[in-house]
Structures are given as C-alpha cells and as structure tokens.
C-alpha cells in the first residue's frame, strides 16, 4: 500500500521546523532555570549535575550572561 503524496509543507521541513523551534525553547527553558537556580543560591555543581553536564559546561554556558543580569555567583572556598 503506497502512502499517500504529501505536500512540502506536510513533508520533512515542518518536522525539521519544530526541531529547531523545540531546540530554541529548549535553550530559553535551560537559560531560565540555570538563572533560577543560582539566584536561589545552588552551586555550579549542583546546576550541573541536575542538567547531566560538567560544573565546567555549565559555567562556560551561563556564566556571563548571570554576571551581566546580576545574579550573585556562588564562589568555591579556597
């Protein structure tokens, strides 16, 4: 049984389209939350281990975007 034809906007790009659009939400979703979090006082590590990444990946993503909205950063001792 063959399928039946459908139209380039019912093919490939529309599922493609809500990839990128899921991705975009996804980040803003990641953004928010990571800001939530530090705000609340978490630690880099626990930001990182709650998102199944490195304290380092974390830092690196979010970082300069908490200190320009300023958020208090928790430091390591020592």
């Known amino acids: 049984m063959a399928s039946p034809e459908l139209s380039p906007l019912e093919g490939p790009a529309n599922g493609l389209a809500a990839v990128v659009a899921l991705r975009g939400m996804a980040d803003r979703l990641e953004d928010a939350e990571v800001e939530r979090a530090m705000g609340a006082g978490w ?11 490195t304290r380092q990946a974390v830092h690196k ?15 390591r001792n020592g």
Do not use: F, P
């Open 61 to 75: 993503k979010h970082a300069r975007r908490l200190i320009a909205a300023g958020i208090d950063l928790r430091r």
């Open 43 to 53: 630690s880099w590590s626990q930001v990182a281990e709650a998102l199944g990444v």
